[in-house]
């Protein structure tokens, strides 16, 4: 048989490796020392075939094993989204233990000091999709200026404006809240800075940027700055059809 039985059994001592980040060899070491429950009772075989529904802890903690993780975080400012920049701390430092950071990434980036929304998986076919320009995810940002926004931005992002690319931006949706200082601004694209580029197309400033959708899956309004949790069965639906895979 396979280490996996169509979908339904797994080895212990791969759902370790993947939900604890544990080599084979310290799985099995683990295991030997009586650190691993299923289900309640200490098992001492790493082989073992088990229910991938099974609860599995290691030391007490529950494991959260899942071929395609999907995570969604409240980002902070002041950290990067990729986890190669010496110089500053990185989205997956704030992501719990229980995950094998090194093979998870951000589904596109935002900058470091933007905050909201951001989704992150090991499922690079489902990023490859929704991050391809023929897909036309729209994204939403809450935003603050430091000059008014007038209908003519509202307009000009509708028809598209310079950034300094070969073409103008594709049509972009401006609502503006009554302060006129703060609104929301929908867009398909993903170019670097976009949103900044295109207020200063607009002679205006960005002064906070915060994302508060990704196509279908919007920000819980109940997740703090910093904290993150796993995308509900119908949130993971609803990205993988927009993803069409």
Not at 178 to 200: A, N, P, S, V, W
């Amino acid at each position: 048989m396979d280490e996996k039985d169509n979908g339904e059994f797994i080895r212990l001592d791969r759902l370790l490796s993947k939900a604890a980040a544990l080599s084979r060899r310290d799985a099995k070491r683990a295991v030997s020392f009586g650190r691993i429950t299923v289900d309640g009772s200490i098992i001492r075989s790493p082989e073992l075939k088990i229910p991938s529904t099974s609860t599995v802890c290691f030391d007490g903690k529950k494991l959260i094993y899942n071929e395609n993780v999907y995570l969604m975080l409240n980002k902070p400012a002041g950290y990067v989204c990729a986890n190669d920049d010496p110089k500053s701390p990185n989205v997956f430092e704030l992501l719990g233990d229980e995950y094998k950071k090194d093979e998870l990434f951000t589904i596109g980036r935002l900058d470091k000091n933007t905050t909201g929304l951001l989704i992150i998986t090991n499922n690079g076919t489902a990023a490859h999709f929704l991050l391809s320009p023929k897909r036309h995810v729209k994204k939403k940002y809450s935003i603050k200026t430091k000059f008014p926004l007038t209908d003519e931005d509202a307009k000009a992002f509708l028809e598209g404006v310079d950034i300094g690319e070969k073409t103008l931006t594709k049509t972009a949706f401006l609502e503006i809240c009554e302060d006129k200082f703060t609104g929301y601004l929908t867009i398909t694209e993903g170019k670097f800075h976009q949103i900044k580029r295109m207020l200063d197309a607009r002679k205006n400033k960005i002064t906070a940027l915060q994302r508060v959708s990704f196509g279908p899956i919007f920000l819980d309004g109940k997740l703090a700055l910093g904290k993150y949790r796993a995308l509900t069965g119908e949130e993971i639906k609803a990205l993988e059809d927009t993803a069409k895979i």
